[in-house]
């Protein structure tokens, strides 16, 4: 059973991956390089447990929303910080079409725990279809939730601000080792870039260019997160964010033009007013999976090297239950799932 870890990346992936180790009394090692082309510095940070493509629960919700709650709020307890909101969120109906098998998804028995009776849209939103309101919702201060980690755990010395060079890695049989540092097990939490890495290059994580705005307004108030296709998100004192676009084989994950006016057009159809004042504009890669599931496991050809990896665009509602399952897997506790097993993939290695 493995008790050391060495972890390369401190997204969201790694972050509670590492707490999860940590609390179960592994030593952890985390390596990140200040976050560099980090998703989730820039996530919305949104969880919804309804799909608004087939109007059914999402891939199991309600076992994620349960690991969830037993992750961020004790994360925020340990933080002394506010980083896990809970809200209703209103879906912004399209279409008399729409409205309808909204009707019909209330009567669903596996659905009615998810779905207020009723909803009204809040002042300012054009909504000529009505709004239906979602429970269990919500969204996590990932920014806050990661500088706060990263800061405890340079403080206790078990994170390093450096580029993981893989080249300096050395596997045998008692372990991994890496600039005077052993342990167990290697595990990738890198993201998007691990398209980057010799060891996981294979794994078929898509980079998927996303943006976001952060704006300003009196014209309209909400305390629920909107979604109309998009989300607009309200972070208190007259701020929202919104967001995001959709862009497989972009350039650079640099902000764009065309993304700003994008947003703005789609935030004037539903806001019915002025312009906002546009404070903030951010751009990332969400690690995409072509069958939307996530990548876990150890590589095929070497056991000690470990994939934590493809939470697309999902992370915030997948990454505590796979890390506990991850977790138990490690430990033997449990064997790995196999829709998230990246053997399903082994074929990209070994053709
Ligand atoms: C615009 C946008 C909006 C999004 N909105 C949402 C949302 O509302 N809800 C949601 O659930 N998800 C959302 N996502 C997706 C979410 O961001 C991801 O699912 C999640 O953050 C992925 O986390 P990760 O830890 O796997 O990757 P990352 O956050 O990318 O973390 C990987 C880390 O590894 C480090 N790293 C990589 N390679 C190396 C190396 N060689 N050496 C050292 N360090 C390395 C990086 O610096 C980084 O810090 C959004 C993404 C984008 C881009």
Redesign the pocket.
């Given at each position: 059973m493995s008790r050391s870890a060495l972890l390369?990346?401190?997204?969201?992936?790694?972050?509670i991956l590492g707490w999860e180790l940590l609390r179960r009394g592994w030593q952890v090692h985390l390596?990140?390089?200040?976050?560099?082309?980090?998703?989730?510095?820039?996530?919305?940070?949104?969880?919804n447990p309804i799909s608004f493509r087939t109007h059914g629960l999402t891939w199991r919700a309600t076992e994620l929303l349960e690991a969830m709650e037993n992750c961020y709020p004790a994360l925020a307890r340990e933080l002394g910080q506010a980083i896990y909101h809970p809200l209703p969120l209103l879906r912004v109906l399209s279409s008399a079409e729409e409205a309808n098998r909204w009707d019909e998804r209330m009567t669903d028995p596996a659905l009615r725990p998810f779905l207020a009776d009723s909803a009204v849209p809040p002042q300012g939103i054009h909504a000529p279809f009505g709004v239906g309101e979602v429970k269990h919702a919500g969204?996590v201060d990932?920014p806050a939730l990661l500088t706060g980690m990263r800061d405890l755990w340079l403080e206790a010395g078990i994170l390093a601000h450096?580029?993981?060079d893989e080249s300096a890695l050395q596997t045998g049989a008692d372990g991994v080792h890496y600039r005077g540092l052993r342990a167990d097990v290697a595990i990738w939490?890198?993201?998007?870039?691990?398209a980057g890495?010799r060891a996981f290059s294979w794994l078929p994580v898509v980079p998927n260019?996303?943006?976001?705005l952060t704006f300003r307004t009196t014209r309209f108030s909400s305390e629920s997160i909107l979604n109309f296709g998009q989300?607009i998100l309200p972070l208190g004192g007259g701020r929202y964010r919104a967001?995001?676009t959709w862009k497989l084989g972009a350039a650079d994950d640099r902000p764009t033009e065309q993304a700003r006016q994008y947003l703005l057009g789609r935030l004037q159809q539903v806001m019915m007013s002025e312009e906002p004042e546009v404070i903030g504009q951010?751009?990332?890669?969400?690690?995409t999976v072509p069958d939307r599931r996530p990548l876990l496991g150890s590589h095929p050809h070497q056991p000690r090297w470990h994939s934590f990896?493809g939470?697309?665009?999902?992370?915030?509602?997948?990454?505590p239950a796979m890390a506990v399952h991850y977790a138990d897997v490690l430990e033997e506790k449990a064997s790995l799932h196999p829709e998230v097993n990246l053997e399903r993939y082994r074929t990209r290695l070994d053709p």
């Amino acid at each position: 059973m493995s008790r050391s870890a060495l972890l390369i990346g401190q997204g969201l992936a790694g972050t509670i991956l590492g707490w999860e180790l940590l609390r179960r009394g592994w030593q952890v090692h985390l390596i990140d390089h200040h976050h560099q082309g980090s998703s989730s510095l820039v996530a919305g940070g949104l969880w919804n447990p309804i799909s608004f493509r087939t109007h059914g629960l999402t891939w199991r919700a309600t076992e994620l929303l349960e690991a969830m709650e037993n992750c961020y709020p004790a994360l925020a307890r340990e933080l002394g910080q506010a980083i896990y909101h809970p809200l209703p969120l209103l879906r912004v109906l399209s279409s008399a079409e729409e409205a309808n098998r909204w009707d019909e998804r209330m009567t669903d028995p596996a659905l009615r725990p998810f779905l207020a009776d009723s909803a009204v849209p809040p002042q300012g939103i054009h909504a000529p279809f009505g709004v239906g309101e979602v429970k269990h919702a919500g969204w996590v201060d990932v920014p806050a939730l990661l500088t706060g980690m990263r800061d405890l755990w340079l403080e206790a010395g078990i994170l390093a601000h450096e580029n993981f060079d893989e080249s300096a890695l050395q596997t045998g049989a008692d372990g991994v080792h890496y600039r005077g540092l052993r342990a167990d097990v290697a595990i990738w939490c890198s993201g998007w870039q691990v398209a980057g890495s010799r060891a996981f290059s294979w794994l078929p994580v898509v980079p998927n260019k996303g943006e976001i705005l952060t704006f300003r307004t009196t014209r309209f108030s909400s305390e629920s997160i909107l979604n109309f296709g998009q989300f607009i998100l309200p972070l208190g004192g007259g701020r929202y964010r919104a967001g995001a676009t959709w862009k497989l084989g972009a350039a650079d994950d640099r902000p764009t033009e065309q993304a700003r006016q994008y947003l703005l057009g789609r935030l004037q159809q539903v806001m019915m007013s002025e312009e906002p004042e546009v404070i903030g504009q951010a751009s990332g890669f969400r690690p995409t999976v072509p069958d939307r599931r996530p990548l876990l496991g150890s590589h095929p050809h070497q056991p000690r090297w470990h994939s934590f990896n493809g939470f697309g665009s999902r992370g915030v509602m997948l990454v505590p239950a796979m890390a506990v399952h991850y977790a138990d897997v490690l430990e033997e506790k449990a064997s790995l799932h196999p829709e998230v097993n990246l053997e399903r993939y082994r074929t990209r290695l070994d053709p």
